[in-house]
C-alpha cells in the first residue's frame, strides 16, 4: 500500500516556465512534508519542507503549498532551469516516530532550454 | 545542510561473502540514523533505523539478520549485509535527522553483488 504518492513519473517544462510536481498522501499521521532533488548514483539533497499545520512555504525560486483536505502537495519552481532537471521525490515524516520517512516514486523533472 | 558521508561508495562481491558499509556524520552527533534502499528507477524503502547505543528497529519484510547495522558512536552507523546475494544488488543510503524537522542523506553506496 502505497501511503505517499507521486503519480507522473516524468515531467518536462520548457526553460523559464514553472514546473508543478505533485504529490497525494493517505495517511493523516504525517506531520512534515519534504522535498529532495536526487541524481542517479547520489544520495537525495532536500530542497525545501512543509509543517502539516502550514498551508506554504516558499524558499526563492521553490515553493511548496499543502492541501490538507485533499492530502495533497506541490512543489513549485518559477522559474525554472537546466540544472533544475533531475528526479524530486516527495517525503512524508511520520509523526512521533523518531523521523522516519515514507518517499514517494519520484519523478524525473527536465528542463529544455 | 549537514554533512553525511559514507563508505565505500561502489562495492562488487561475490555471492555469500559479507560486505560493510559505514555511514558518518561528519560535522554533528547523530542519535538516530537511517537506511534506506533504492532499487533502479525505484522509490527509497526505509529499511531500518539505527539509535546509538540500542539494537535498530527494522522495518517490516526487512531480514535483521542478513542486514546488521551497528551504530556505535554518535557520528557511525554501519550496515552489514551478509551472505549477500545478487537480489541484495541495490544502491544502499543513509540518513540522519537534523533539528528535528530535516532529514540529510549521505550520497549512498552501490552495492552489486555477483
Known amino acids: 500500500d502505497q501511503q505517499v504518492k507521486q503519480n507522473s513519473p516524468s515531467l518536462s517544462v520548457q526553460e523559464g516556465r514553472i514546473s508543478i510536481l505533485n504529490c497525494d498522501y493517505t495517511?493523516?499521521?504525517?506531520?512534515?512534508f519534504l522535498w529532495y532533488k536526487k541524481y542517479p548514483a547520489e544520495g537525495p539533497t532536500f530542497l525545501i519542507s512543509i509543517s502539516s499545520i502550514k498551508d506554504k512555504n516558499e524558499d526563492g525560486r521553490f515553493t511548496v503549498f499543502l492541501n490538507k483536505s485533499a492530502k495533497h502537495l506541490s512543489l513549485h519552481i518559477v522559474p525554472s532551469q537546466p540544472g533544475d532537471s533531475a528526479v524530486y521525490f516527495c517525503?512524508?515524516?511520520?509523526?512521533?516516530?523518531?523521523?522516519?520517512?515514507?518517499f514517494g516514486q519520484g519523478t524525473e523533472l527536465s528542463v529544455k532550454p | 545542510g549537514a554533512v553525511v558521508s559514507q563508505h565505500p561508495s561502489w562495492v562488487i562481491c561475490k555471492s555469500g561473502t559479507s560486505v560493510k558499509i559505514e555511514c558518518r556524520s561528519l560535522?554533528?552527533?547523530?542519535?538516530?540514523m537511517f537506511w534506506y534502499r533504492q532499487f533502479p528507477k525505484q522509490s527509497l524503502m526505509l529499511m531500518a533505523t539505527s539509535n546509538e547505543g540500542s539494537k535498530a528497529t527494522y522495518e517490516q519484510g526487512v531480514e535483521k539478520d542478513k542486514f546488521l547495522i551497528n551504530h556505535a558512536s554518535l557520528t557511525l552507523s554501519t550496515l552489514t549485509v551478509t551472505s549477500a546475494h545478487p537480489e541484495d544488488s541495490s544502491f544502499y543510503i543513509c540518513?540522519?535527522?537534523?533539528?528535528?524537522?530535516?532529514?540529510?542523506f549521505g550520497p549512498g553506496t552501490r552495492l552489486t553483488v555477483t
Open positions: 560535522d554533528f552527533q547523530a542519535t538516530t
Open positions: 540518513s540522519t535527522a537534523v533539528w528535528g524537522n530535516e532529514q540529510y
Open positions: 495517511n493523516s499521521m504525517f506531520d512534515y
Open positions: 517525503a512524508a515524516r511520520v509523526y512521533n516516530q523518531g523521523g522516519k520517512l515514507i
